[in-house]
């Protein structure tokens, strides 16, 4: 995947979310004397397997208030993105212990650059004050759990993109929501309507099709698309050339021209018309953001 598109959806979010955790995870200041600290039980995880995640064990915070505990990872020196959030509530001497149990996946951490990815908690005392805790990095290591993949079951022609292309999505958790889109480019901008944000639902196996209708393309344009899991933030995007569909002798079958080779992508690079994709995704970026923290609380 190509990293302009990637650092415009970090930002898209961080943006949203307005992060107060983030920078911390990435060069977190010395701490006071009288700030509150956390210890983590387990800090090492596989990509993508949680498992029963972690326990968290934290001094120094004040009776009442809840305490928010975040996940995050830190792209580099001045960027940080949540991954997970939840709220516990401390004792009356401002001690917390819970076991959390992200559910987005984090990437693979470097020992000697970033990503890294952090377990911190904070505290609001007032509309500008907050209590901070230590910031406790965690080991995210390689794993075999799958990439998202998507395939396109058509050949991808103006006739085919009007009449309705259908698409093949796998590698999301079970059930999960994902959001996916639709546009597309003419020289590397944008051209018709932008066929997003939509919502479906994985099945048990975290696979699923979706059929779009896409008007108005021409030879040569290039179809960019994404896919998006709410509950893992597991994303895919890729693009597709726009081609004339393939001439069928009469008295042929027109099967191999209605189905034709499945396209899969499994993190292709992509062309520079992307950006212009990822840039129309920002403002959906919101609604993405906001159902993710709601299933983090829930």
Do not use: C, K
Not at 35 to 42: G, L, N, R, W, Y
Not at 87 to 98: F, L
Not at 185 to 197: I, M, Q, Y
Not at 231 to 239: D, K, L, N, Y
């Amino acid at each position: 995947m190509r990293p302009i598109s990637l650092r415009v959806r970090a930002a898209a979010i961080a943006a949203v979310v307005a992060l107060p955790l983030a920078g911390l995870l990435a060069a977190a200041p010395a701490q006071a004397a009288d700030a509150p600290v956390i210890t983590v039980d387990t800090t090492s995880f596989p990509a993508g397997e949680w498992g029963a995640g972690f326990h968290i064990a934290g001094t120094g915070f004040v009776g009442t208030g809840d305490v928010t505990v975040s996940v995050g990872v830190s792209l580099g020196p001045s960027s940080g993105e949540t991954l997970y959030e939840v709220t516990v509530t401390p004792d009356a001497a401002g001690a917390i212990d819970a076991q959390v149990v992200p559910t987005r996946d984090a990437p693979v951490t470097s020992e000697s650059d970033y990503p890294r990815v952090s377990v911190g908690a904070r505290q609001q005392l007032d509309g500008t004050e907050w209590l901070v805790s230590n910031a406790v990095a965690l080991t995210i290591t390689e794993s075999d759990v799958p990439e998202p993949t998507v395939s396109l079951a058509q050949v991808v022609s103006p006739d085919q993109l009007a009449a309705g292309l259908t698409a093949n999505f796998a590698g999301f958790r079970a059930d999960e929501p994902v959001y996916y889109g639709f546009q597309l480019l003419r020289d590397g901008e944008p051209v018709g309507d932008f066929a997003g944000l939509q919502e479906t639902v994985a099945d048990a196996a975290g696979a699923g099709t979706v059929t779009v209708t896409i008007p108005g393309a021409q030879v040569g344009d290039v179809l960019a698309y994404y896919f998006s899991g709410d509950v893992t933030g597991r994303f895919i995007e890729g693009e597709a050339p726009v081609v004339a569909a393939p001439v069928v002798p009469a008295g042929e079958s027109t099967t191999s021209a209605t189905s034709g080779p499945a396209l899969a992508e499994t993190g292709v690079e992509l062309g520079a018309g992307f950006a212009a994709l990822a840039l129309l995704v920002l403002g959906a970026g919101a609604l993405i953001v906001t159902r993710r923290v709601r299933a983090a609380q829930r």
